[in-house]
């Protein structure tokens, strides 16, 4: 069984920084894109950012360059930094993925991981 576990949310104040972690496991052949994707509360998910097995990057406009995506291939894993957090950041982060594994092609989502950014 496929699972992704997020870790690295919490408080932290406003233009402060969190690094958020996903790792995959289980029965996994391949990896395509990984990605982050947030909900604050009565809002819909949004994208926050998303890579490719080659390490290509795409950012919603919204990051303006606060934010980095990057994954370790070899621990099937997948980061986002996050600096100069705004309170408008506040939000459950989930990560995602698209994963090859003994069930075939799938998409797997991660449980979520609070990020509060508050004085």
């Known amino acids: 069984q496929v699972q992704l576990v997020e870790s690295g949310g919490g408080l932290v104040q406003p233009g402060g920084s969190l690094r958020l972690s996903c790792a995959a496991s289980?029965?996994?052949?391949?990896?395509?894109?990984m990605g982050w994707v947030r909900q604050a509360p009565g809002k819909q998910r949004e994208l926050v950012a998303r890579i490719t097995s080659g390490g290509m990057t795409t950012y919603a406009d919204y990051v303006n360059g606060r934010f980095t995506i990057s994954r370790d291939n070899a621990k099937n894993t997948v980061y986002l930094q996050m600096n100069s957090l705004k309170p408008e950041d506040t939000a459950v982060y989930y990560c995602n993925a698209q994963i090859q594994s003994d069930y075939g092609l799938r998409g797997y989502w991660g449980q979520g991981t609070q990020v509060t950014v508050s004085s």
């Open positions: 289980g029965s996994i052949f391949s990896i395509y894109v």
